[in-house]
C-alpha cells in the first residue's frame, strides 16, 4: 500500500513538472484577414496584387515588392533585391537566413507573404 502511494505522488510529480517545462506556444503577432496584415485588430499593412506578385503596403504607400523570376520570389525594396525565397527557404546574398516557417511563426499568413513581411522586419523598413 505504501509503495502504491509513493508511485502515486512520484507520477502527480512527475505530470506537474512535465506540464510546467513546456512553454507555451505564442501565437503571431501578426494575422493576415483578405488583402490586410493585423495585429491586435487593427490594419498594420495592406497586401496587393495577386498570384505570385504582390506588394506590401503601409498607409497607402509601397514598402516593398515579392516579384517571382523563375523558381524564386525576389524580395525588392526600391528596385534593389534584398532577399530571395525558393522552396520555402529564404536567402540573403546566396546564404541561408530563415524560412518561411519560422517567419510563420511571427506572422500568421502564407507562406511567402510571411517570409516577405519578416524580410522587410529584419532589414528595418517596416517596423
Not at 497586401?47 to 497607402?60: A, L, M, N, V, Y
Not at 529564404?90 to 511571427?106: C, F, L, P, V
Amino acid at each position: 500500500m505504501r509503495a502504491v502511494m509513493i508511485i502515486r505522488r512520484t507520477l502527480l510529480a512527475l505530470s506537474l513538472v512535465s506540464t510546467l517545462a513546456v512553454p507555451a506556444l505564442a501565437s503571431p503577432d501578426y494575422v493576415c484577414h483578405d488583402n490586410r496584415v493585423e495585429k491586435g485588430g487593427s490594419t498594420q499593412f495592406t497586401i496587393r496584387g495577386g498570384g505570385s506578385d504582390f506588394t506590401i503596403e503601409k498607409g497607402g504607400s509601397t514598402q516593398g515588392r515579392a516579384v517571382k523570376r523563375g523558381d524564386k520570389l525576389y524580395i525588392e525594396v526600391g528596385g534593389s533585391t534584398k532577399a530571395t525565397i525558393e522552396n520555402g527557404k529564404i536567402e540573403k546574398g546566396g546564404s541561408s537566413w530563415s524560412t518561411n516557417d519560422d517567419a510563420r511563426q511571427q506572422f500568421d499568413c502564407p507562406g511567402n507573404v510571411a517570409g516577405a513581411l519578416w524580410v522587410l522586419f529584419q532589414i528595418g523598413v517596416l517596423s
